[in-house]
């Protein structure tokens, strides 16, 4: 390492193992979560759910619930529709009903809601509220919905004909096609990624707090992108924006859960205009687990062209996915599916068409990005599944199949089959430390050795590149609205600092990491630098954090309000140095005269003059404010490893080992990424063998509670190896920085899976969907057929 990184590191800059400055107040308890917020006068809401997953609601009756002492207010859709807020405009430009006026259209969604002086009064009189329902059949999955004499789900929305939300293709489809005719041979799968649930451990919630004396709206609530809420606020409800401050304290995690806008936070924003007071909604898991936004489910259908030496020449991909009964998911406005086209952008692939169809079904909202860009982590699953299922048609070995159609390091900037272009990474490299760090020759020959003796064993690898940190602005917006980020820093006289950005922290450290980025751009120790997020009233315009955007954007936005800090200390510098600009030079927190490099003034030294001596006709103070369109996404690669044994008799997996190898550019703190991979590979382990929610026929939701869907402990969870070695850094981001958050938990799922299926490779089995639960598995090997 260099004088000048040592240096750095001294200071917390980057490449620093800075312990988190946010986990001293959530250890000791003294974190400040929504719930924690009390305020004088507080009433509590509590919503009532519908029972039945579609049906015609004939009548309400809130009588007895009115008549509960300490009952303030009953809401009602009827009531609600006076205002014209019975239904809102959802991310995806469709509408989503705040409390159900005609009909219910998924097991569990808002009817109606109590507000009294606590949350057991509201729940009570909640269960006094009788609601007259007339059942209508139930749609469960895309099938059923598609069918032609199928109920319509949506037929509040005018011209809908049938449950068809689009249907939306990209690529090249005569090339494409031109690839099939050329083929040796044509592999195929079909698969069902199922429904889970991004299930963070704080449920949504808000406290809405109107104040008639000033006209000012304060909400408190589980957002991850409060700007946003503030400004579908002010559209929605009318009221002037400037008069809305929304503030998200700390978040129990987020993971793409906490986008979207839910009918809690509008009717507490609601009854709080009407009863003048605090109104406090506080979601339980239950409610969490069955009402909020869901991710996946979606059905795959993919064929691929081969030649017989292992080149692909082309892909066909078919999606339809099942979005529940509004289609609420944020996707940038242009991708009907979100970015499912990423599909194959490390590979070399000449031609590609994906055709994606969405269904209205009886389920919550679904399609949530959790814990990836849109719909990446279908993409990434399908990719690496089929090529998989194509190495073995072929009867090439997995790895060498990759290998071989891997962009190649020299090919950047490579257009990718639909049409992305990525930009860097070095894709053979880490595939060759993964497999160097499995031992994969070794591994083998075992698992030969192991087959003779009626042992099963496995080995699955996943490869992942994904887009990470939309916009820029030209290609990428929600609602219109442009996707970029903000940052804005003042220095204190005494060289101290604050920061606020325009995203939102829901416990991946921003805390920590920006102040590192502002110790490497400025050398002010980062331990003198406060970081805040998620206040409108003093944050800076931006877009919130979700598909790994922060560091992309809001991390390059930190980088260049630092330096435009940098270029007016220069000013002031070479003011104090008595020498001309052009005369001073910069190194780690200090400037100096070039030709006498003793003679310095620290950085410090400049924010003080800043404020007490600065150059005549300069405007004093030291801060700035910096927005950030990025040219590009970043691309950030990965492999992941996974050895298991399956029992033949019972059909349980175990993992024996798990390798990862992920190259995200330049590592800010390398052990915060190394904690958001580890995170994600446990998210990865968890919808591949275990998580599960599902409906039956009746359109009832299975799994909804921590019994049902299961989160893996620390017992379950699986070690894990990781390496850092590969460094290919980002070539437009400030710092070389790409986006790492939700890479594990993107191509994980496929790792496992594939090291279950090359296990059970005797059987002639091509799939098993996940949760790959033990019973699915005893059923592949003992009946030697798919499971879904
Ligand atoms: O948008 P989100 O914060 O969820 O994801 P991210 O930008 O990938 O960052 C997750 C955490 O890892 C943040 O604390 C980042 O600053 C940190 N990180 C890092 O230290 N180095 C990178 N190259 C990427 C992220």
């Known amino acids: 390492m260099t004088t000048q990184a040592l240096d750095e590191i001294k200071i917390g800059g980057l490449g620093s193992s800075r312990k988190r400055v946010e986990d001293d107040r959530f250890i000791r308890g003294k974190g400040n979560y929504t719930d924690d917020v009390v305020l004088p006068g507080m009433l509590h809401m509590e919503i009532l759910r519908s029972p039945l997953p579609h049906a015609r609601i004939k009548s309400i009756d809130t009588s007895k619930a009115w008549a509960v002492p300490g009952v303030h207010l009953v809401l009602t859709g009827e009531m609600m529709a006076t205002r014209n807020l019975a239904w809102m405009p959802t991310l995806s430009y469709d509408t989503q009903a705040v409390l159900a006026t005609d009909k219910v259209r998924f097991q569990g969604q808002e009817v109606a809601c109590v507000i009294a002086d ?144 839910y009918p809690g936070y509008v009717c507490s924003i ?71 086209h990423s599909a194959f952008a490390a590979y070399d692939i000449p031609a590609a068409h994906l055709t994606a169809r969405g269904v209205y079904t009886n389920k919550a909202p679904g399609g949530v990005a ?177 598909a790994s955007r922060s560091t992309p954007v809001a991390g390059a936005a930190v980088a260049m309000v630092s330096r435009k800090i940098r270029a007016k200390a220069r000013k002031l510098a070479a003011h104090l140095l008595e020498v001309s600009e052009e005369d001073v030079e910069w190194e780690l927190g200090r400037f100096y005269v070039r030709s006498a490099p003793q003679r310095g003034v620290s950085i410090q030294e400049c924010a003080m003059a800043a404020y007490s001596n600065m150059p005549d006709g300069m405007e004093p103070g030291l801060e700035n404010t910096a927005y950030y369109d990025p040219p590009n996404l970043t691309w950030p690669f990965a492999v992941y490893i996974v050895t298991v044994e399956v029992d033949r008799e019972t059909g349980v997996w175990d993992v024996l080992r798990m390798v990862a190898v992920d190259d995200c550019g330049v590592r800010i703190n390398p052990m915060i990424v190394e904690g958001q991979i580890m995170g994600g590979l446990t998210e990865a382990y968890a919808m591949a063998s275990m998580q599960f ?51 594990a938990a993107v191509g994980g799922p496929a790792a496992f899976v594939n090291a279950v299926m090359d296990a059970l490779e005797e059987t002639g089995v091509r799939n098993i969907d996940m949760p790959v639960l033990p019973d699915r598995v005893w059923e592949a090997i003992t009946y030697r057929r798919d499971v879904s």
């Open 118 to 261: 606590d949350p057991y009064i509201a729940k009570d009189a909640c269960e006094l509220i009788e609601v007259d329902y007339e059942a209508l059949p139930p749609i469960v999955n895309p099938w059923q919905g598609l069918e032609p004499d199928a109920p319509v789900i949506r037929d509040d929305k005018v011209g809908q004909d049938g449950n068809v939300i689009y249907n939306w293709e990209v690529g090249d489809k005569a090339g494409t096609d031109r690839a099939f005719e050329q083929a040796d041979l044509v592999s195929k799968l079909e698969l069902h990624y199922p429904r889970s649930h991004p299930s963070p451990i704080e449920c949504c919630g808000s406290v809405a707090d109107f104040n008639r004396a000033t006209q000012k709206l304060t909400v408190y609530m589980t957002t991850q992108a409060p700007h946003i809420i503030r400004a579908a606020v002010a559209m929605v409800a009318e009221l002037p924006e400037q008069m809305i401050r929304i503030i998200s304290p700390d978040i129990g995690g987020g993971f793409g859960n906490k986008v979207p806008v």
């Open 270 to 340: 609601l009854a709080s205009i009407l009863l003048e007071r605090p109104v406090k909604w506080i979601e339980d898991k239950t409610g969490n687990l069955i009402s909020t936004g869901f991710a996946r489910d979606i059905y795959l259908k993919g064929e691929m062209a081969l030649r017989k030496d292992g080149k692909i020449l082309g892909v066909r991909m078919h999606t339809d996915a099942d979005h529940g009964a509004f289609f609420s998911d944020a996707q940038p406005s242009k991708f009907k599916i979100g970015l499912m």
């Open 370 to 546: 959790y814990r990836c860009s849109f719909r990446v982590t279908e993409a990434m699953f399908f990719q690496e599944r089929m090529v998989q299922a194509a190495a073995a048609d072929l009867g090439i070995d997995q790895a060498e199949f990759r290998r071989m159609n891997f962009v190649r390091d020299d090919d950047f900037p490579h257009r990718t089959p639909f049409g992305f272009l990525t930009d860097s990474g070095q894709y053979a490299k880490c595939l060759d430390v993964g497999l160097k760090a499995i031992d994969y020759e070794n591994f083998r020959k075992e698992q030969a050795e192991a087959r003779k003796q009626g042992r099963l064993l496995g080995l699955g690898i996943s490869t992942m590149t994904e887009p990470l940190g939309a916009g820029n602005s030209r290609e990428y917006d929600i609602l219109g609205i442009k996707m970029f980020d903000s940052a804005e820093l003042k220095i204190h006289m005494t060289g101290k600092a604050i920061l606020r950005t325009g995203a939102k922290s829901q416990g991946q450290g921003h805390e920590t990491t920006w102040a590192q980025i502002v110790a490497h751009e400025l050398g002010i120790p980062a331990d003198d630098i406060t970081v805040e997020e998620g206040d409108t009233d003093t944050a800076p315009f931006g877009m919130g954090t979700y």
């Open 693 to 743: 929610i599902t409906f039956d026929a009746d359109g009832n939701c299975v799994g909804s509670n921590y019994m049902d869907y299961l989160l893996p402990s620390a017992w379950e969870t699986p070690g894990y190896e990781l390496h850092s070695e590969v460094v290919t850094p980002c070539p437009h981001h400030p710092i070389g920085a790409k986006g790492i958050g939700e890479c």
